[in-house]
């Protein structure tokens, strides 16, 4: 309880990545019947590539989080402080 959710370990990681891509460049081939955008050819390995950059995006804004909450949680606990001190004259 109250742990969050437990991180991904990196072979796990690597391993779901190179199935997404290949996964991905199968769809667009059936889905739009192309093979590339923009002359950019939709092989497993850019695509890989493109949802690896992306799980980095997402662990950067996770790691800027857990600051910013900890940040909050701290002045938070200043704040439940101050209030209790004005209120009750107790210093915690």
């Known amino acids: 309880m109250g742990e969050g959710r437990a991180p991904v370990m990196q072979p796990e990681l690597e391993g779901h990545l190179r199935g997404l891509g ?3 460049r ?3 081939e059936r889905d739009f019947g192309v093979a590339a955008v923009g002359g950019e050819p939709l092989g497993a390995p850019f695509l890989e590539s493109v949802a690896r950059r992306h ?3 997402l662990y950067t804004h996770q790691q800027a989080m857990g600051v910013r909450l900890a940040e909050a949680n701290v002045a938070g606990e200043v704040g439940r402080k101050d209030e209790m001190k004005r209120i009750f004259g107790i210093d915690l």
């Open 26 to 28: 199968a769809a667009v």
């Open 22 to 24: 290949g996964a991905l």
């Open 55 to 57: 799980a980095q995006g």
